[in-house]
């Protein structure tokens, strides 16, 4: 059997999530009355300390949905030039929200405030003005990188100094807490919203987490109908979101296999592999091969990863694999790296 190592978004629901969905209370959502999904909405805010929570198909959604709310057409939105919000969703600030981002180079992961002050640009006739600062927490791109609280809390106090919101695009938030053993609520004490996904390491089928306080969420409710995403009877996809808060202890097993994975293949000769933070070990096979004919040749031999640079190959480990098929990828890898 292929061992699935693209993302963690493969992961199968377990049957307790399978018959949460089919015994699941459901309404209207769009009228507020699916129980099940006011129930997912508290237990959201609860989790990380804000006032509100708002249920969304997808973290894009969720962070498109920010930052429509923070931000006014023809403004500006600072952020890393390897965010998710800026590679990954399709120019999305620009074709949803009319904005146009300002990208800093974040070599750790968050931008300092330095950057944030030296990117600020203020409103005039000639200049369109800054809306909004975004950060990332794990980092996707920068492989997994768990950021402290601090520099979080840096970065959104040089943008609350000139007076802009602070969104975290937090998908994979949980990793980043249990890594650094820190509390959701301290991580997100100093940003306005955050956004995390109940589909990736928290093995949920659908769905992600948008939360800040009332005002926002209300407004964030509003910007979700626009972009289609008020669904009905939504309780059958929540209820496995309820579920998936019990995997948030569990993500450390998914660490130490990545950490486990990175060690063997980093052992190979042809590969070189960073120690990871979290769940995502990035490969570089610098003269060996390019990516996209590693990742073929990975797949023949039963391993699955994805092309993220011309010689960057990720895998990320998740709750569908153990420590056996991480000692099996290793061992399958070495001999793709023998054959090329
Ligand atoms: C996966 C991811 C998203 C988007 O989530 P989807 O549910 O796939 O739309 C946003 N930000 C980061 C950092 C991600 O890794």
């Known amino acids: 059997m292929a061992i699935d190592l693209r993302s963690d978004t493969v992961t199968q ?3 307790r999530m399978r018959t949460a969905a089919a015994e699941a209370a459901v309404g209207d959502d769009v009228y507020g009355e699916d129980p099940t999904v006011n129930d997912l909405e508290a237990a959201a805010a609860d989790r990380v300390g804000t006032e509100d929570a708002l249920y969304v198909p997808t973290g894009t959604m969720g962070n498109q949905i920010a930052a429509r709310v923070h931000t006014d057409r023809g403004q500006e939105v600072v952020l890393d030039r390897e965010a998710h919000i800026y590679q990954w969703e399709l120019a999305g600030l620009a074709q949803l929200s009319g904005v146009q981002p300002r990208t800093v180079d974040a070599d750790d992961a968050v931008p300092t405030p330095e950057q944030i002050h030296g990117a600020y640009v203020k409103e005039s006739l ?11 927490n794990t980092h996707n791109a920068r492989g997994g990188v768990a ?16 007076d802009l919101p602070v969104h975290l695009d937090g998908a994979r938030l949980f990793n980043a807490c249990v890594a650094l053993d820190v ?5 997100v004490r100093d940003v306005d919203s955050v956004l995390f996904c109940l589909s990736k390491g928290l093995g949920a089928p659908v769905g992600s987490m948008l939360a800040g306080d009332a005002k926002f969420i209300a407004a964030a409710r509003r910007i979700r109908k626009l972009f289609g995403g008020g669904m009905r009877q939504a309780g059958l996809v929540a209820a496995p979101g309820l579920l998936a808060f019990e995997n948030v202890e569990r993500l450390a097993t998914d660490h130490d296999n990545a950490a486990r994975l990175a060690a063997g293949l980093g052992a190979i000769d042809g590969l070189r592999v960073p120690e990871p933070d979290t769940n995502i070990v990035r490969v570089y096979t610098d003269d060996l091969a390019d990516a996209e004919t590693f990742v073929e040749a990975c797949e023949a031999a039963g391993v699955r990863g994805g092309v993220h640079g011309p010689h960057l190959t990720r895998f990320c480990t998740h709750l569908d694999v153990d420590r056996d098929d991480v000692e099996t990828a290793i061992d399958r890898v070495a001999g793709v790296v023998a054959s090329l």
């Open 13 to 15: 629901p377990s049957e």
């Open 126 to 136: 000639h200049r369109p003005g800054t809306g909004l600062v975004t950060l990332e």
């Open 147 to 162: 950021v402290p609280p601090e520099p979080i809390s840096a970065a959104a106090e040089a943008a609350h100094d000139h």
């Open 183 to 187: 509390d959701p609520a301290r991580m």
